[in-house]
């Protein structure tokens, strides 16, 4: 059983659009956070967030942790090719120090 | 400053061998963890370890050991390889919250 969902599974739009990715489960997180991976990488830490509601913005991405702290949502505007590549979210579980990853958004801007 | 390093990047072994994958965590990082990443899947998590010791395991069957040493660096074994444990393995250390991945190690079983 996934823990962690994420939609869609693949995304591809065209340069200049906006999107929205999802990461839902049915367990409390303590923190949750966001990666992007590259083919022949490791995910790349983009954000943290720790408190439910929380809402947090890295130029042109913002991330919200959902209040219920079960969920949360990566939105980006103005897409560019650099964007492309594999975005993951990952929580921890209260009292359980191991990051358990979602499912991966696989995500592909066409210049 | 050196962030996760691992070693080796690429590796083929039969099926039955057995590997030994090796990580040198980010200077101050005391905690490593290992992933298996399957293609596009998201990583699975293996095990962490915390001065020297697992402290946190997933559901991985026994045939996958672990090691830390006292300069925090880390080792995954693996035995009696099967096709299925072909799969991208990354290390990943810590020191509190957050997390710095190394490049992985791409293992192929024929």
């Known amino acids: 059983t996934q823990l962690l969902e994420q939609s869609p599974q693949f995304l591809s739009i065209q340069e200049g659009e906006n999107l929205t990715v999802y990461c839902n489960s049915s367990?409390?997180?303590?923190?949750l956070q966001w990666y992007r991976q590259e083919p022949g990488e490791g995910p790349v830490l983009l954000v943290t967030?720790?408190?439910?509601?929380e809402v947090k913005k890295l130029k042109r991405l913002t991330f919200q942790f959902g209040d219920a702290r079960k969920d949360s949502s990566l939105h980006i505007t103005a897409a560019q090719p650099g964007d492309t590549g594999l975005y993951l979210c990952?929580?921890?579980?209260?009292?359980?120090?191991?990051?358990?990853f979602g499912t991966g958004t696989r995500l592909t801007i066409i210049p | 400053d050196a962030g996760v390093t691992q070693s080796p990047t690429h590796l083929i072994k039969t099926r039955g061998q057995q590997v030994t994958l090796r990580c040198s965590p980010k200077?101050?990082?005391?905690?490593v963890s290992w992933y298996q990443q399957a293609l596009g899947q998201g990583p699975q998590f293996i095990f962490q370890?915390?001065?020297?010791?697992?402290?946190q395991r997933g559901n991985f069957p026994d045939r996958f050991s672990g090691h830390q040493f006292p300069n925090y660096s880390s080792e995954l074994n693996v035995n009696a390889l099967l096709l299925g444990d072909s799969a991208l393995y990354l290390c990943?250390?810590?020191f509190g919250v957050g997390y710095t991945f190394g490049s992985g190690t791409r293992l192929t079983v024929v």
């Open positions: 990943a250390s810590s």
């Open positions: 367990s409390v997180f303590s923190s």
């Open positions: 990952a929580g921890e579980i209260f009292g359980n120090e191991k990051l358990t």
């Open positions: 967030v720790v408190t439910g509601g």
């Open positions: 200077s101050g990082h005391d905690t």
């Open positions: 370890y915390y001065e020297e010791e697992e402290r």
